[in-house]
């Protein structure tokens, strides 16, 4: 029989082998009775996916429904709380011993978290975790009962709904509805861009449990740290030529902070898994392909928090039903292997529940009270980014301290206005030590994601390992914002542009149409000892659009509300350097931006710009897809905004319409493979330097058959933290605090130098690599190239970067080079 008249089979009885796992269900709302029809028939919306939890919870004293914030789209994230009767009336009393889970003390009861679909095309686990928790629910299973009694399981079936809702509606919408189409050229096995798999940001939410940047993730981690699960099982689908696996992963591939007791329990619940999927003749496989090394996906966060976190794949049909190599996959398929491997995750953490409670007390044993040795953070000025670190921190459940008062340290003043203290020894100890390592040598340099994360790289910070504070340096209590009141005689304000508020401050500014310019030199106002480096705005109280006395007033409002200091100054003379009247002080003009999406882009980076253009700094922005791009008045926008990609489609005649965009005045901002079209197409004059010239520094002459893969993994830059060295004057620089500032690399791509004088804002040191995986060859050949420039053409200019600016909008040290491309940089070469 061919595939796909076995998947019209399947498809006129799609929920068979789901419903055969289960034991009779007699209740008055059945999963089927609520959804109309078989489980697995269509994909269930997340509204389906709340409505049938409510109504499990509303019917059965066994579950109970948690809460943990909406997502961007404003869908509510739930979570089954299923325990015994008797539990759930003490589940006060149950949260309160979980939280002293930290401090090293034994809490016997077991917490099981199974969490599914944080993908939103990665379906199957969201229907498998419906069928689970009807089935706890309503099960007289002897060791159901027994589960329940002695632990309390945790089920989130959509970690991300927005994702999920794209991708329902999507394979809903072209499944075929008589005959289910297998065929992999079928268009609900492909959707368009940007897929289900991302959140409203196109953010991948499984590479969020570090950053938290999105409300998803923030309720994820808020509830981890509330239970204090010894066991979460992180559910997941991978492509459909592949059977299924669960971990361990490669075992040289594991976190080296990860304790080897973790690796041993997880292959040990893993036998739980062989068992149960050998029993069904499902093919599996372990030990291969996906590794335990970045601690920022939902698998391996656990792992530095006290429990066993076991990641899941299931070959996916991306619809109904699809050819495979291992004779088809069907959606009511992989359900029924996702229910499977769910009910074994719980026997096996229900058999081992003594282990894993010992492991969870042992690694926090002895670490509950905060030492007086530690990290001294300084964000260099910047007050909104300290509170940021802080707010990071806090929802990690690190311990951190402000510092009370300023204090030296070596010839580093550190501000109680910008520095915490973080000590090395606290519950959290081995999560601190996670978000701020650096590390450059591996066992094995293949990485399934980034290899390098420290958020001193990703915040720019100045730290001092092994401080020791005074008994009246520190204090819980955050720095107060204080603003400086302007006086009757102010002829302007300045700010401070190294603020992480002055973006949004500016754009709000613009929207009200209130004049701002900037200095493109430093400058210290008369009677003040406080110099102004180049990029500080300027307010003049004289305002076409208010009178000074009803301009003062909103200006210290808005500034309150952006947390922006605002200098009064009296007079327009400065003390050195450019008067304030001065031409050296350029008017910025209001941003309309262009973001190119759709076809050909990364859609991670164009969320990540939206993202920061959006939520950020609060500048509106216009997405159009690549393929209208031709068609739109370019007239309109300041500023047309390229993400990673790949732009071949797009033709000359384009090309030429971009090129006078720019002549008339407008602004490129390209980043990595972007830049590749637009030296292509004659925009950008300087040379890109693409994956096949650095391969070239590999040599491979005699290397064996066996060794293909090593070589591969050398030549691959997963993720490597690398230094870029500024041109400090360049108005691209504008509001950095120090010569040089970390960037994510994760594309094989450098510049040539034209030899043009003032192009290049940035190079890379000799010695670049900070943190991560980078290969010598790579080292040496990135040494000294170009990084960052902004060339000229016309009244315009083009802005280009070989690295992600925004990366995963974490990267908080480098966006303020793309608010100057933005805002300061075409005031700045205009003159």
Known sequence: MSFPSVFASLGRALCCCVCLSLPPITHATSLEAYLGYPLGEWHVRHDQVNGFLEKLAAENPRVSLETTGYSHERRRQLTAVITSPTNQARLDEILADRAMVKQGKAQPLLVIWLAYSIHGDEASGAHAALALAEQLAHSQESWITELLDSSVVLITPSQNPDGLDRFANWSNSYRGIAVPVADENHKEHNQNWPAGRYNHFLADLNRDWLFLRHPESRGRVALLHKWQPQYVGDFHEMGHNQSYFFQPGVPERTHPLTEKRNQQLTDKLANFYRQALDAKQQAYFSRQGFDDFFYGKGSTYPDINGAIGVLFEQASARGQVQDSQYGGISLAKAIDNQLTTSLAALKGAFQLRQELIGFQTDFYAGKGKPGKQGRLI??????????????????????????????????????????????????????????????????????????????????????????????????PDAPVFQQQAPAEDTVALLVDWQQSGAAPLLAQLHRDGIAVRASVKPFTPVASDRPFAAGTLMISTAQKQMTQETLLPYLTNLAGQFEVNLVPVSSFASATGIDLGSG??????????????????????????????????????????????????????????????????????????????????????????????????????????????????????????????????????????????????????????????????????????????????????????????????????FGLSNALLAEPKGRGVVVGATDNLLFRNIWLGTEKIYANALYLLPAAMSR
Do not use: C
Request: proline share 4%.
């Open 584 to 781: 050296d002080f350029v008017p910025l003009k209001p941003v309309k931006a262009l973001l190119v999406s759709g076809r050909g882009t990364d859609a991670t980076e164009v969320g990540e710009i939206w993202h920061y253009l959006d939520i950020e700094i609060k500048q509106g922005v216009t997405l159009v897809d690549s393929d209208r791009l031709a068609r739109v008045n370019l007239e309109r926008y300041t500023h047309l905004l390229l993400a990673d990609g790949n732009y071949d489609h797009l033709d000359d005649a384009l090309a030429r319409k971009l090129s006078e965009f720019v002549e008339q005045g407008g602004v490129i901002v390209a980043q990595k493979r972007a830049l590749t079209w637009l030296n292509k197409r004659t925009l950008l004059r300087n040379t890109v330097l693409e994956e096949g010239f650095y391969k070239q520094q590999f040599a491979t002459t005699g290397l064996g058959y066996d060794e293909k893969d090593a070589l591969r993994a050398r030549q691959a830059i997963g993720g490597a933290i690398l230094n870029w060295q500024l041109d400090p004057a360049h108005p691209l620089a504008f509001g950095i605090p120090s010569a040089t500032v970390p960037v994510m690399k994760n594309e094989v791509l450098g510049l040539s130098d034209t030899g043009e004088p003032f192009v290049i804002a940035a190079r890379y040191p000799q010695n670049p690599l900070v943190s991560g995986y980078l290969s010598g060859e790579y080292q040496r050949a």
């Open 378 to 475: 300084s964000t260099q000025g910047d007050r909104q980014r300290l509170l940021l670190l802080a707010d990071l921190l806090s929802q990690h459940g690190v311990v951190y301290r402000y510092l009370a008062q300023d204090v030296k340290e070596g010839k580093q003043i550190f501000s109680s206005s910008d520095s915490l203290f973080i000590p090395t020894e606290q519950s959290q100890s081995v999560l601190v030590e996670a978000l701020f390592e650096r590390r450059t040598r591996f066992e094995d340099p293949t990485f399934y994601d980034v290899s390098g994360w420290d958020l001193g790289s990703a915040f720019n910070l100045v730290i001092v390992e092994n401080f020791r504070p005074g008994a009246n340096e520190i204090s």
